[in-house]
């Protein structure tokens, strides 16, 4: 029986550079995270917190992942991966063309000499083409805005929001992706950050801290009582993040090769110690486990993965999920305000004013800095070569102390930048857009924002209504409304839960 024409590789479609199984696995990898952010970020987002910010946590995660899409297509990509610019920086254009799109992927800035001139490294070519490419990394920005946007929920006024993350995305993310992935100064002098944990995690952490300080906190009483509004759910967000995370990290060698099995496991490996352990503290501390604890645990130890999981050995992945399941636990911006609180001259930031609703910092930028320091530390040789651009690569474990160093100085370039640059861009945004809403919609929630509630509850501060509610039946009709003390109806009505 003769094959499909799907395999005949003279068919323009089937180009001799093209690798079937390379291209299916990196759009699997694709899929699995953009599943991570919708709608996983967006179902955590919306149960993870009060009620009456439901729906607007959730379109805040949902807005962006779309936002992102098409100022990646119409400018970022080639700003993160594209012809070098700047020693952090690439030149900026359109990825829509179809002659640009159906080529082989390339990553320009790449190619990797040593000191004497002569090519260490050829060109990242993937042997899939530039479109899979281009919706890969797409993913890894989305998720970046997103866990960013959790610093915030519950009081940005979300048209400040909507200007921010297309800035945010343009003069911020593609600046530590280049440098770190496309090519750029930090790339060549061999850091290693395997999967974004200085990129996303560490970048989306303080980027979060910065804007919660402009922004404001929340209401008093929101940040008083905060409870999320549906804990299964949480859990179903919360498993898609994990279970995305295989594709998260195991697409980042852009080839479905060896050391993308090794990464898809150490993730796991991570993120289960790191959750055993944040509950065993949770037990200890508390008397009994908790489920954000748990939560908390999963995502620090995804987290503090990230930065090594394709380079580091499987018992390594234990020691960095026993760390990310410990330290981040104790809340480091705790220890800040009690060092720096009463001395405002002492800290740029008056710490007592951060209020980061979902605990980006320590969360996110604490446990991807973690990682990436235990990534110079545990770094091991024969795994870097698979993958990085340096090929001796090693970490300080392996006798090589300058890595360690390497990964502290990337980690405060990204850190200065993302202070500096989420500043400016929301100052700019303050002249024309109140980043904060005003109170009297922090009061009301998601009514009072979109005209929406996340729940239709009957008794929700409602006169029960046989019309409004659908019985028309006469045995209904005649009967009169019980008086509610809430009066004429629930909008803006909320329930503490």
Known sequence: MAPSEAYNASLPSVPPWLNKGDNAWQMTAATLVALQSMPGLVILYGSIVKKKWAVNSAFMALYAFAAVLICWVLLGYRMAFGDKLLPFWGKGAPALGQKFLVGQ???????HYYANGTLETEMNMPLYPMATLVYFQFTFAAITLILLAGSVLGRMNIKAWMAFVPLWLIFSYTVGAFSLWGGGFLYHWGVIDYSGGYVIHLASGIAGFTAAYWVGPRLKSDRE?????????????????WMGWSGFNGGAPYSANIDSSMAVLNTNICAATSLLIWTC??????????????????????????????VVQSWAAIVMGISSGSIPCFDPLEILLLVFGQKPNLCVYDL????????????????????????????????CRLILPVKNSKGAFYGDGMQLVKQMVAASFVISW???????????????????????????????VHGEEAYALWGDGEKYDPTKHGWHGSSYSEQIAVPSHYGNGARGVTIQL
């Open 105 to 111: 992927a390339a990553v320009p800035a790449s190619t």
């Open 225 to 241: 009582r905060f409870p999320p509004n549906n804990v299964l759910l949480m859990l179903a967000g919360a498993g898609l993040l």
């Open 281 to 310: 503290l949770d037990v200890i501390f508390f008397g009994r486990p908790s489920v954000i604890g748990a939560i908390q645990g999963m995502m620090t130890g995804l987290a503090c993965i990230t930065p090594g999981a394709g």
């Open 352 to 383: 007592n004013k951060v209020d980061d609703t979902l605990g980006v910092f320590h969360t996110h930028a604490v446990a991807g800095l973690l990682g990436g320091l235990l990534t110079g530390l545990f770094a091991e040789p024969a795994l």
């Open 418 to 448: 993302n202070i500096v640059s989420t500043t400016l861009i929301l100052l700019v945004i303050r002249v024309f857009i109140p980043l904060r809403m005003a109170d009297e919609q922090l009061v009301i929630g998601d009514d009072a």
